[in-house]
């Protein structure tokens, strides 16, 4: 079955972390390109960071870089954001996601063609 399977989000306050998983069961791993997006009620998605499977460098949104970490487990199949410092403005919905994208068009949500559930980031001040 072709999924994207989210966990790990929760309420954490200000300053704390928190690490979120992404479980991806896909044909053709090694093309595609592995994000995280989130999302607030009202506005659009927001590219927060991506990671090509097969290899490369890591990318991050100007907003989280130096405080959050995107990685991947190739035995597990598995992509996983480490968020440190966590403020109250990163409160959103989080989606991972997959495609065949490129570089430019990396960041832009209508360029991936499979999406998580999503799963809920509070953090109160």
């Known amino acids: 079955q072709v999924q994207l399977v989210e966990s790990g989000g929760g309420l954490v306050q200000a300053g704390g972390s928190l690490r979120l998983s992404c479980a991806a069961s896909?044909?053709?791993?090694?093309?595609?390109?592995m994000t995280w997006f989130r999302q607030t009620q009202g506005t659009e998605r927001e590219y927060v960071a991506g990671?090509?499977?097969?290899?490369?460098?890591?990318f991050y949104a100007d907003s989280v870089k130096g405080r959050f970490t995107i990685s991947k487990d190739k035995a597990k199949n598995t992509v996983y954001l480490q968020m440190n410092s966590l403020r109250p403005d990163d409160t959103a919905v989080y989606y991972c996601?997959?495609?065949?994208?490129?570089?430019?068009?990396?960041?832009?949500?209508?360029?991936?063609?499979?999406w998580g559930q999503g799963t809920q980031v509070t953090v109160s001040p």
């Open positions: 996601a997959a495609g065949n994208v490129i570089a430019s068009t990396s960041r832009q949500p209508n360029a991936y063609d499979y």
């Open positions: 896909l044909p053709n791993m090694n093309s595609k390109t």
């Open positions: 990671i090509r499977w097969s290899a490369g460098y890591p």
